[in-house]
């Protein structure tokens, strides 16, 4: 039986968990639809999710169809956990992306088909809630086509809009033939031709779907069924199967990694090729590590089935792989040469950002009777579980940070923490994450046995700018095969682990880190009585040293401070603006753009990250309720403040020489 991996992705409130339940139930996987109000649904396990009735974290059910098992991966909706709708991206066929008919297309919409679109993933649009008061068809359907700037095709209308008696009549329309003729020259000469037979069309809706050409858009009601066995027809007929060869080299990507009741590593992993079977032993991550699986279970009816193999195009549950992080390959991952899949898309089999990364922050403190090491033990595991979520810990002040998206995610970390390890917490003001960029270039270098300097190294360093968004490449100017590649390899991992924190503390990013210098202190001979370590150079001489070195080229490039700048998108009325515009001033917001469209205006520009909040506040105020707010990190800007914040550091201070030396080394002279 074929296979499809099916993503439900959709804006806060929109349906996706009442689509997948009712989904269930008419698969026949479910004798009862779970209800979110009530708490009882079949993918939000998690206790907080019960309560709040959101999607927190991405869920697998399986159900079959006519010719097809369906893996349905339900996903989060709200902002805040939006890494977890990321993760599944790199796994899927296909995906329904669900739209309220009531509140229509909604910020997190917008995001989300930028990223499908861009992905090239085929993909079904659910508009729901049909039979609810307020609903609407063609206002939704315009809406959609000009801020989702997508290629629509409705499969049909809806009768009975805004009753319960809502329901979906479904057939292609006049207005189907728009878009596919803009893609297919045949289809245009025969539609000239008025020679255009209905299997042609829909030979062409389903190929242009398969390569995400155009989307079709049904309507419906999760609640009442209406619709959905439509849906459920073009799911079988319109998305693509899963490909991959079961008897190829085994490739595959981890997109989830959850414990299980003993605290062992349970990971979810998409297979592209080969075939996983238990007690084999297999190669994951970029660290090459090796593990031998001891247990496999698949998704198949609603459950999940142990079984002793698993081959390409399945989702599978893997134990016995202790050091598995999402986004590690399985395997050797796939080059380009593999099969491709159906619909041209590019496979991936390596865990990518396709959505911003976090730009907020915000210190953890630990309740009455709460144990430090037990509350950071249980902030590295939860960000095993979501590697956008960054954790630091303070030494010096015994403080642990968390890096978030958004206010919600408090609740979330603060709730799990209590409810899965027992730990009180509280959490002080968000704050912003900024980062840092070289101004220009800076070179530094400190010789082996000279000067003041206490290791047994040589290293220069020399750091230069690079273009925005290229990160951090290490070169070298020196040969190869001047020291022990051990020791290279040493200044390059303290390179990368000390420009964490730059010289305002911040991450220093899009720069050039070359090696000018590098020398050591041979292992002394038999004539010395054997190796002294006092004598020969060590891998610790150089992490030791390569800190100092690099703040040093550091200080004499200059960094600038450069804070996260959010892209905001107001639609108000008119007669709004004159209140809006001084309140976006005194928010350090730049209107750049503004678009009357009848009775409303749409104001564009850029605001900083730490001001969006208020912003969000402050609007429906401004606006009588009526006006709609976008935002979406769009770059990182330099600082104007005349204060440029600095962020407490967490390392040695190789600001400070003498404080350094003092916490990492016990050698007093050169």
């Given at each position: 039986m074929h296979l499809l991996n099916l993503g439900i992705l959709a804006h806060v409130d929109a349906g996706k968990t009442s689509l997948t339940e009712r989904l269930l139930h008419t698969a026949g996987v479910t004798d009862e639809i779970g209800s979110v109000d009530a708490g009882s649904t079949r993918t939000d396990t998690l206790a907080l999710e019960r309560q709040r009735g959101i999607t927190i974290k991405s869920a697998v059910v399986s159900f079959p169809l006519d010719g097809v098992t369906v893996n349905l991966i339900d996903t989060p909706g709200h902002p805040d956990f939006i890494a977890e709708v990321e993760r599944v991206l790199g796994v899927l066929d296909g995906a329904v992306l669900v739209v309220s008919a009531v509140e229509g297309v909604q910020a997190q919409t917008r995001v989300l088909m930028r990223t499908l679109r861009r992905l090239?993933?085929?993909?079904?649009?659910?508009?729901?809630?049909?039979?609810?008061?307020?609903?609407?068809?063609?206002?939704?359907?315009?809406?959609?086509?000009?801020?989702?700037?997508?290629?629509?095709?409705?499969?049909?209308?809806?009768?009975?809009?805004?009753?319960?008696?809502?329901?979906?009549?479904?057939?292609?329309?006049?207005?189907?033939?728009?878009?596919?003729?803009?893609?297919?020259?045949?289809?245009?000469?025969?539609?000239?031709?008025?020679?255009?037979?209905?299997?042609?069309?829909?030979?062409?809706?389903?190929?242009q779907t398969r390569r995400a050409l155009v989307h079709p858009v049904y309507f419906g009601s999760a609640i009442t069924g209406a619709g959905v066995p439509e849906l459920i027809t073009g799911i079988e007929?319109?998305?693509?199967?899963?490909?991959?060869?079961?008897?190829?080299?085994?490739?595959?990507?981890?997109?989830?990694?959850?414990?299980?009741?003993?605290?062992?590593?349970?990971?979810?992993?998409?297979?592209?090729?080969?075939?996983?079977?238990?007690?084999?032993?297999?190669?994951?991550?970029?660290?090459?590590?090796?593990?031998?699986?001891?247990?496999?279970?698949?998704?198949?009816?609603?459950?999940?089935?142990?079984?002793?193999?698993?081959?390409?195009?399945?989702?599978?549950?893997?134990?016995?792989?202790?050091?598995?992080?999402?986004?590690?390959?399985?395997?050797?991952?796939?080059?380009?040469?593999?099969?491709?899949?159906?619909?041209?898309r590019v496979p991936r089999t390596s865990y990518q950002h396709h959505f911003a990364p976090p730009t907020l922050e915000t210190v953890v403190v630990p309740g009455p009777g709460t144990d430090r090491r037990s509350l950071h033990l249980a902030l590295t595991q939860l960000a095993e579980q979501?590697?956008?979520?960054?954790?630091?810990?303070?030494?010096?002040?015994?403080?642990?940070?968390?890096?978030?998206?958004?206010?919600?995610?408090?609740?979330?970390?603060?709730?799990?923490?209590?409810?899965?390890?027992?730990?009180?917490?509280?959490?002080?003001?968000?704050?912003?994450?900024?980062?840092?960029?070289?101004?220009?270039?800076?070179?530094?270098?400190?010789?082996?046995k000279k000067d003041a300097n206490p290791f047994l190294a040589t290293v220069g360093l020399r750091v230069d700018p690079a273009p925005v968004g290229s990160g951090v490449d290490f070169h070298l100017e020196v040969e190869l095969g001047s020291m022990p590649y051990a020791f290279f390899k040493a200044v390059e991992d303290t390179v990368r682990e000390t420009l964490g924190q730059g010289l305002h503390g911040w991450q220093v990013v899009d720069c050039a880190v070359t090696m000018t210098h590098s020398g050591y202190s041979p292992r002394q001979s038999h004539a010395h009585q054997g190796f002294d370590k006092s004598m020969s150079s060590t891998g610790a001489d150089f992490r030791g040293l390569t800190p100092l070195v690099l703040i040093e080229a550091l200080r004499r490039a200059r960094t600038r401070v450069y804070e996260p700048m959010h892209h905001f998108r107001v639609e108000a009325p008119a007669d709004a603006l004159g209140a809006l515009l001084p309140v976006l001033a005194r928010l350090e917001?730049?209107?750049?753009?503004?678009?009357?469209?009848?009775?409303?205006?749409?104001?564009?520009?850029?605001?900083?990250?730490?001001r969006v909040h208020e912003l969000e506040q402050r609007l429906p105020g401004l606006t009588r309720g009526e006006g709609e707010l976008e935002t979406?990190?769009?770059?990182?800007?330099?600082?104007?403040?005349?204060?440029?914040?600095?962020?407490?550091?967490?390392?040695?201070?190789?600001?400070?020489?003498?404080?350094y030396l003092l916490k990492v080394t016990r050698r007093t002279g050169g």
């Open positions: 090239r993933i085929p993909t079904l649009v659910f508009v729901n809630k049909i039979d609810r008061r307020g609903a609407r068809d063609q206002d939704v359907l315009r809406s959609m086509a000009r801020r989702l700037t997508a290629a629509l095709v409705p499969m049909g209308a809806p009768a009975g809009l805004g009753t319960r008696a809502a329901r979906f009549v479904p057939g292609l329309g006049p207005s189907a033939l728009d878009p596919l003729t803009a893609n297919d020259d045949d289809l245009l000469s025969a539609y000239v031709e008025d020679t255009v037979r209905d299997d042609r069309l829909h030979t062409a809706l389903a190929d007929r319109l998305l693509p199967t899963a490909g991959g060869d079961p008897h190829g080299p085994l490739a595959g990507t981890v997109f989830k990694v959850e414990r299980g009741p003993a605290g062992e590593k349970v990971a979810y992993a998409r297979v592209f090729s080969g075939t996983l079977r238990t007690r084999d032993r297999v190669r994951f991550g970029d660290r090459g590590q090796e593990g031998k699986v001891t247990a496999l279970s698949v998704f198949d009816h609603g459950t999940d089935v142990r079984e002793d193999s698993t081959g390409a195009g399945r989702i599978a549950r893997v134990w016995g792989l202790g050091g598995i992080r999402i986004g590690d390959a399985l395997g050797a991952p796939r080059s380009d040469g593999a099969a491709e899949p159906p619909r041209g979501d590697p956008l979520i960054g954790v630091r810990h303070d030494e010096r002040r015994r403080e642990t940070s968390v890096s978030l998206y958004g206010e919600v995610q408090k609740e979330v970390v603060q709730a799990t923490l209590a409810d899965e390890y027992g730990l009180d917490v509280t959490f002080r003001e968000t704050t912003t994450l900024c980062v840092e960029r070289p101004e220009g270039s800076g070179a530094a270098v400190e010789f082996n917001a730049v209107p750049r753009t503004t678009t009357a469209q009848g009775p409303l205006c749409v104001l564009e520009g850029a605001v900083p990250a730490a979406a990190f769009d770059h990182y800007a330099p600082v104007v403040r005349a204060t440029v914040p600095d962020r407490p550091r967490t390392d040695h201070n190789p600001l400070d020489r003498k404080e």
